[in-house]
């Protein structure tokens, strides 16, 4: 499975790594699991830097557009991205058509990303 989740509920955390060519019906899949899960308020932390995503623009704003879901719903965590510093497509792409929607940022380490996300929960 090119994409793999895990859920921690004690930290709020959920953590997606992406292997390898990684198509529309896999993020569907795994979005459909996001839902079925009740992890929206979730931190997440997206590791894209081993991944292809042959996605066009508009299957990324369906994606984007079913993650929103009812706007009365709790507010949507922070995602951080783990991107590779030649490829940002997918990541860059889903951080500019959410960004009024969550905090989201894009980072080359995992550490940085978990200091972000720890810093936004400290100022909470």
């Known amino acids: 499975m090119p994409l793999h989740m895990d859920i921690m509920p004690i930290q709020r955390l959920v ?6 060519e990684i198509t529309a019906d896999d993020l569907a899949n795994n979005v459909k699991e996001l ?13 894209v830097s081993s991944s292809h995503w042959v996605l066009t623009k508009e299957q990324i704003d369906a994606i984007a557009e079913r993650l929103r879901g009812d ?11 783990i991107v590779s510093a030649n490829d940002e497509g997918f990541a860059q792409a889903f951080a500019g058509i959410t960004a009024g929607d969550r905090p989201v940022r894009l980072f080359h380490s995992l550490h940085q990303a978990r200091r972000w996300l720890e810093e936004l929960r400290l100022a909470a």
């Open 15 to 20: 953590v997606i790594v992406a292997h390898g």
């Open 35 to 47: 839902i079925e899960a009740k992890v929206s308020h979730y931190a997440k932390i997206i590791d």
């Open 71 to 81: 706007p009365d719903s709790e507010m949507r965590a922070p995602v951080a991205f």
